[in-house]
């Protein structure tokens, strides 16, 4: 089984501290600009914490829990008994964008940078599942699990239970190099294509934007920071045309 690589063992590794520590700082003013409008539009905490299996310690055989960090997509709505509305309810207009983008999981960075998850891996799933997987398909906690994976870029959430685990399985068998490399270009190719699908509306946007009193000059401040004059120019041109 190739995790006992070098690559799975150290390579790996490495390449994901240095992903991660890119991500956080390149994109520094993207996690700003999504936490204020998470604030505005869903509310506080503007960070989802939900428990999650990482992978199986050697020395108890069990699946070490990590804490999983996304942004919030969801809001609190209540019933008049104080019990959360269904999920269905609660995720707002923007939580569906941020999930159709997956841009609510970039602070999964920081999980990749402290050693709980990888660039790519198997998506980690509930707690609540680990006493269902049979002992073939607890393989997949032989690695961290990853932000994205063989399963998702074959299909997302879309396919079923037993085929996702076995594009899980698969990967964890056949982990290399250039299995990632190929998982990370079809993950950016199907982020580019959900985007390009969704035609977002202009408005609609910069309503989400403009929701308080300040937000909008406080949105072309970050923009007057942000090294791309070509991002900056399209969203320009987009506020003019609203």
Known sequence: MRIDGV???????????????????VFSW??????????????TPIIFKQKRPGRIDPE???????TLYKFRSMSN?????????????????????????SLDELPEAWNILIGDMSVVGPRPWAVSYIPYFTKEERKRHLVRPGLSGWAQVNGRTAANWDERLKYDIDYVNNIS?????KVIFLTVK???????????????IFQLIDRN???MAL???????????GFKEKIANIRRST
């Open 177 to 181: 190099f250039l299995m990632d490399v």
């Open 219 to 229: 949105f072309k401040g970050m923009m007057r920071r942000m090294p791309n004059e």
């Open 7 to 25: 690559y799975a063992r150290v390579i790996k590794r490495m390449l994901d501290i240095i992903c991660a520590l890119l991500a956080i700082i």
């Open 77 to 101: 709505a209540r019933d008049d008994e104080g019990n959360l509305l269904p999920d269905s309810v609660r995720l707002t207009k923007f939580g569906r964008i941020l999930r159709a983008t």
């Open 190 to 204: 199907k982020s580019l294509n959900i985007v390009i699908g969704l035609k977002l509306d202009s408005k609609e």
């Open 60 to 66: 108890t055989g069990k699946e070490k829990i990590f």
């Open 213 to 215: 009193n300040g937000m």
């Open 30 to 43: 993207l996690y700003l600009i999504i936490a204020v409008l998470v604030a505005l539009n869903i509310g």
